[in-house]
């Protein structure tokens, strides 16, 4: 981090480059902003660039003072990723929503008896992945239930399927819950059953199933599945094999702001092994059809400050997405000025949260995505699944048609 005290805009000699300068600006006006804030000690030490405790992080969580907060985390997100911000043009597609598990928060899983339950063909997923290749998809984003008969073969099946349509077509697939059930079903350890996924065409695993790691929340929302150790070691495995993943936080349910930090520092410290995460994506909870006695979802306030209390404590992170599904595009918007530097995707076609009562659309046009990144005063990237930008939108530019994807 630059010393606000080492330079100054008159001095010569010791010039700044234009980047270092703005950083030095921007650092002294967010110091100057909050130096009657009850955060000033804490922006002191993010101004400096030093890490936040637990009972820090615990402290932004409390805070009442959102726009210091927001701020903070502005800063240092902008440290990280300068003026941009990112989406991605994929797709979701959820193979079945069969699941031997029941957990209690989860609005998606369907019994066999259950009239609403699907389960799709390799034949049926190569058509719907057809369609939206055809329409600029450069992602496909697969999970399911832990489906209580599809043979292992099933799932190495799809993704050699789907592959072959087009190389350059990126397979983000499966959480780690999935994955322990393939390894059970192909009777190998995680490590070989992530290696015969990434032969088939596996290229990144997706971060879903974090919900809260603390195991009191974990067997009030989601009974009978993998404990936190075992989300974490299927992601370093995956990162031990040189593959990347996401991370999710599932909150704002009957969780508590220090079951919140607990989480946030678990992944701190996996990332600090194996640098393996690619970004992190808090996950609103969604109160609908389901069996928590909680009756709203997160509020603004609370989506705003979750975002940016983990774009302060998560220092070892590039990339924290808005997750408009949960969050709405207005909200998502708005967060891009409070840690956030990345939209999530066009998606098409989302179950799992408006099956729990997501008020947000089921897709998101190009266009809609890059305006609201514009109006943000931040400059648009088109990513890839790594977060690799694939177009960096000038200002002149319009986008097409932004025509949704058709479901
Ligand atoms: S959250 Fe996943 S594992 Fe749990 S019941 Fe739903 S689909 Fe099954």
Redesign the pocket.
């Known amino acids: 981090m630059t010393d606000p005290n080492s330079w100054s805009p008159n001095q010569t000699g010791n010039r700044k480059s234009p980047a270092a300068a703005r950083e030095w600006g921007y650092g002294l006006y967010v110091s100057f902003l909050l130096q009657h804030s009850e955060l000033a000690p804490l922006a002191s030490k993010v101004i400096a660039g030093e890490r936040l405790s637990e009972s820090e992080a615990l402290q932004l969580f409390e805070t009442r003072d959102l726009n210091a907060l927001g701020s903070l985390a502005d800063l240092a997100n902008q440290r990280r990723n300068g003026n941009r911000a990112s989406y991605i043009i994929n797709r979701y597609l959820n193979y079945s ?1 069969y ?5 209690q ?2 609005a ?2 369907r019994k066999r008896r259950d009239a609403d339950g699907f389960e799709l063909t390799a034949e049926q997923m190569v058509v719907k992945a057809r369609e939206a290749l055809a329409l600029g998809i450069t992602e496909l984003h697969i999970v ?3 489906h209580p008969t599809l043979p292992f073969s099933y799932y190495t099946g799809f993704l050699k399927s789907l592959k072959a349509l087009d190389s350059r077509l990126q397979l983000k697939c499966f ?1 780690a ?2 994955i322990l059930h393939l390894a059970w079903l192909a009777k190998k350890s995680v490590r070989d059953t992530l290696s015969e996924l990434r032969d088939a065409g596996l290229e990144s695993l997706t971060g ?2 974090a919900e809260i790691f603390r195991k009191e929340v974990r067997s009030q929302i ?1 009974r ?2 993998e404990s936190a150790e075992e989300y974490l070691d299927v992601h370093r495995t995956w990162h031990s094999l040189g593959g990347r993943s996401t991370c999710t936080m599932l909150y704002g349910h009957v969780e508590s702001l220090a079951d919140r930090v607990h989480h946030l520092s678990l992944l701190r410290k996996l990332q600090d092994e194996t640098h393996g995460f690619t970004g992190f994506i808090p996950l609103p909870y969604q109160p609908d059809n389901n069996g928590i006695p909680v009756e709203h979802a997160p509020t603004g306030f609370d989506q705003l400050r979750t975002l940016a209390v983990a774009r302060l404590f998560l220092d070892n992170f590039d990339h924290l997405t808005a997750y408009w599904v949960g969050m709405g595009l207005k909200m998502a918007q708005v967060a891009l000025s409070y840690g956030a530097d990345d939209l999530h995707g066009t998606i098409v076609e989302e179950h ?1 949260f408006h099956m729990a009562g997501a008020q947000s659309p089921q897709l998101q046009t190009e266009r809609d995505l890059v305006k609201a990144i514009r109006e943000a005063g931040r400059i648009p990237v088109q990513r890839n699944t790594f977060y690799e930008p694939i177009r960096i939108w000038g200002d002149s530019e319009t986008v097409g048609s932004g025509a949704p994807v058709p479901a």
């Open positions: 929503n699941c031997i598990l029941s957990c928060f989860c998606f899983s399911g239930g832990l959480t819950i999935e879903g199933g989601a009978g599945k799992i």
